[in-house]
């Protein structure tokens, strides 16, 4: 079975997802706060402030070639939801995890993903979208000359994986 035929689509409840879904940037923007800052799944540093979040966000959209939320969650001041998508041609899945203020608007996300090589696409794909806007072609060349190898190496563990799945064979003696 195709991982990607695994969830239905969900009708997103949160403007944000929904925004999302529909690859609507400026509707995205509008749902977060002015301080929201964003964790991503490619770096240990957070990206701060509606203008810069906004502008990873429209790398983003940009970036996939579809998007779809599969499901949601929802609790208190925290919302999440799960989405799945293609970008560069490679299948990536994976959750953002919301923290609302008392308005509803989003000060805090947590993007998690996978696998390995859909998320070293984000490198290629977004990161190289955002660093040209914010630093120029050179710095987004560079970004994209160094992490596209990392892709189609990830995607070598793939068998390796499938191997160490499955049962062991009897070892007679």
Known sequence: ??????APVATPSHPFAAAISARDHAALVETLASDVVIYVAVS???????ET???????????FEYVEVVDEFSAGDTYA?????????????????LRLDPE???KEITVIARPLSGVATFLTAIGARFARRRRGALVATLLRFTAAPLP???????PV???LGRPRAETRG
């Open 1 to 6: 079975m195709n991982v990607a035929a695994k």
């Open 44 to 50: 240990n540093v957070p990206f701060e402030g509606r």
């Open 53 to 63: 979040v906004g502008e990873l966000y429209s790398s983003v959209i940009a970036s």
């Open 81 to 97: 939801f799960f989405w799945r998508g293609r970008m560069n041609g490679r299948f990536v899945e994976g959750v953002d995890r």
């Open 104 to 106: 509803g608007r989003v």
């Open 152 to 158: 189609p190496l990830f995607d070598l563990l793939d």
């Open 161 to 163: 994986t499938r191997w």
